[in-house]
C-alpha cells in the first residue's frame, strides 16, 4: 500500500508540473513564454465618450478592437468599438496619436487616408459607422474643416495605455458642429509588428 501512495504522488506532482508549464500556448512548454496575443485578449478593454450628449461605452475582452498598438516612431494607433452583441452595426472611432503627452488634431494635420506621410503623417481621429449602418440609433459624424480632436495620454507602461479625449465633429446629416466630451479609454498596449 506504501509503493501505491508515493506512486500516486510522483504521479501527481509529474501532472502538476506538466500543467502548470504547458498553460498559456501551445508552445509554451517549448519556449517557457506564453503567447502574447493571448494574454492580449484576456485583458479588459474599457472606454466611454459622449457626442451631441449620447454615451458610447464598452468594458469587456476583445480579440480585435478596443487595443492599442505602438509603432517603432512613437506613434499609438487604437479602435474603440463596442462588441455587444446586442448592438447591430456599432460605431469604431480610430485614432492615431502620440504615445505621450498631448496631440491636438486639425483638419490641416489630419491624416484623412491613414497613411504615413500625407497631411503631417498618422494623426487621425476617425468616426465611422458601421456599413451598412441599418441601425438609426447612430447619427453619422466627419471630421468636418473646422473639427477639432484633442487627445491626452494619461498613463503608458509596457502593456497598458490610457487617456481622454474632447473635441468637436460634425454632424453628416444636419453638417453642424457636435460636441465631443468626456472621453476616456484603458485599454491593453502591444507593440505594432512591423
Avoid at 86 to 103: D, H, I, L, R, Y
Avoid at 143 to 154: E, H, M, N
Wanted: hydrophobic share 30%; net charge neutral.
Amino acid at each position: 500500500m506504501k509503493k501505491i501512495t508515493s506512486y500516486l504522488s510522483i504521479l501527481a506532482v509529474a501532472i502538476s508540473g506538466f500543467l502548470i508549464t504547458s498553460c498559456g500556448s501551445p508552445n509554451a512548454s517549448v519556449t517557457g513564454n506564453t503567447d502574447h496575443a493571448v494574454l492580449m485578449s484576456k485583458e479588459i478593454s474599457t472606454f466611454s465618450y459622449k457626442i451631441d450628449g449620447q454615451i458610447y461605452s464598452w468594458s469587456g475582452h476583445d480579440d480585435y478592437a478596443n487595443q492599442a498598438a505602438i509603432d517603432s516612431k512613437g506613434e499609438v494607433f487604437f479602435t474603440l468599438m463596442s462588441n455587444d452583441p446586442a448592438e447591430k452595426n456599432p460605431p469604431q472611432f480610430g485614432f492615431g496619436v502620440n504615445a505621450v503627452g498631448s496631440t491636438t488634431i486639425k483638419w490641416e494635420n489630419m491624416d484623412r487616408f491613414k497613411s504615413s506621410g500625407s497631411n503631417g503623417g498618422n494623426r487621425f481621429a476617425n468616426f465611422r459607422l458601421s456599413f451598412p449602418n441599418e441601425n438609426e440609433k447612430y447619427p453619422d459624424y466627419e471630421f468636418g474643416r473646422t473639427s477639432t480632436v484633442t487627445v491626452v495620454i494619461t498613463s503608458k507602461s509596457e502593456t497598458r495605455i490610457t487617456g481622454t479625449f474632447s473635441g468637436e465633429l460634425v454632424n453628416v446629416a444636419t453638417q453642424k458642429p457636435s460636441p465631443l466630451t468626456d472621453g476616456k479609454f484603458d485599454l491593453p498596449l502591444r507593440k505594432q509588428k512591423q
